[in-house]
């Protein structure tokens, strides 16, 4: 277990200022949105392995973080977002986009519902445009949205040992999708991870040190914001301003299934959602790729992609993975076949195939009704597709 020396007494009242975990002995600071947590804290290799295998704890207290109360809360965010919230429950954790009218993604945002308020965390420098949304949809709704960013900050402990060292603070392990409130203020929140149990604890950005230095004296070690962007890049989850551009769909990503109610009412951009689930396919499509790692530097974020000499795409995401090496999330065409050989600048890539992506051979339920009604569902009528419901 890696001890934390060296912190500091900072003012940790704007969400701006460098946090407070920066004072910690060997932190070196992101890049871009992520410049005011560590990247690492000397060892990058080593954090991502403690944090995929056994406990390990990441300062993102650099995500803002809206609150919104008031009776009409969830039925009023159930007609502006994707997401189906007006029967969410106390306790209840999900994720939702703001779309356009043209249905390209403006926010995504992680929901909490607890104590008759709903959280909403989302990516740094995007509260303000949310929150001004929200406001000019409010009219004469009983409804408040408050950035606190400056009152509270969102620590992540992860890893097969993370309900371990919650029980040994005292705290109940949520269940996945859940949320519980903690005794000094604040809560924790399971979050569905695919290999590990993941938590997000809400704390008073006052306390931050002292939480960390309790999670350490629980068993969980640091670990840089890094290490869970490579567990995040290998994993193929999406961050909103990494794999989304003004061109973002939600049908691109994997949102689509986790941020997006396909048969709840109207809201804004639903129509360009339901068409292209219905009826087609989105134009592109994100994949892991491994990177040829002849160069120690890491292509930068929309290094364009290339197949046979052709622009194909962009980089989204990229990291060194204890395990993989360098690996990194690419933006690309729908038409690219998974055993394509790319380019990424000068780097050489090739994809891995997402066993949980759709077959080509599947024909979405509109197409296939519409085909039967034009005369053009030869494909379906010798056997060689499937319907999607």
Known sequence: MRH????????????????????ARGAVAGQDQDATVASHYGDPLREQRQLAEFAAFVDRSHREILTVSGL??????????????????DGQVTETLVLSVTGHIEHHAQVTELGATVWLDVEPGAAAGLLDFLNSMRFMLRVEAVEVTSDWALLTLAGPQAPTVLAALGIQPPEAGTARPLTD????????????????????????????????GA?????????YEALRVQSRRPRQGFETDHKTIPNEL????????????????????????????PPRRVALAHLDGVDELLPERRTEVTWDGRKV????????????G?????????????????LIG????????????????????????????????????????????
Request: neutral net charge.
């Open 72 to 89: 009409d809360r969830l039925s009023w965010l159930n007609d502006l977002t994707t997401q189906e919230l007006k029967t969410l429950a």
């Open 326 to 342: 360098p690996i990194a999330l690419l933006s690309i065409k729908r038409s690219v076949p998974d055993d394509a050989e790319l």
């Open 313 to 324: 795409g962009s980089l989204t995401s990229a990291a060194w993975h204890y395990e993989l």
């Open 254 to 281: 994997s949102w689509l299934g986790t941020a997006v109610h396909l048969t709840k009412g109207c809201y804004r951009g639903q129509e360009t959602v339901a068409r292209v689930h219905n009826l087609g396919r």
């Open 185 to 216: 203020g604040g809560w924790v929140r399971a979050i569905p991870h695919p290999k590990a149990p993941s938590y997000d604890l809400l704390v008073a950005r006052a306390a931050v040190t002292d939480w960390a230095e309790r999670l350490n």
């Open 4 to 23: 934390l020396p060296g912190w500091f007494a900072v003012d940790v009242g704007s969400a701006a200022l460098p946090s407070v975990l920066l004072q």
């Open 219 to 227: 068993g969980a070690s640091p670990a840089g914001l890094g290490a």
């Open 346 to 389: 000068s780097t050489m890539a090739r994809i891995e195939p997402d066993p949980d992506a759709p077959s080509e051979d599947v024909v979405p339920a509109g197409r296939a009704a519409r085909d039967r009604l034009t005369g053009r569902d030869g494909s379906s009528r010798d056997g060689s597709a499937t319907i999607r419901a």
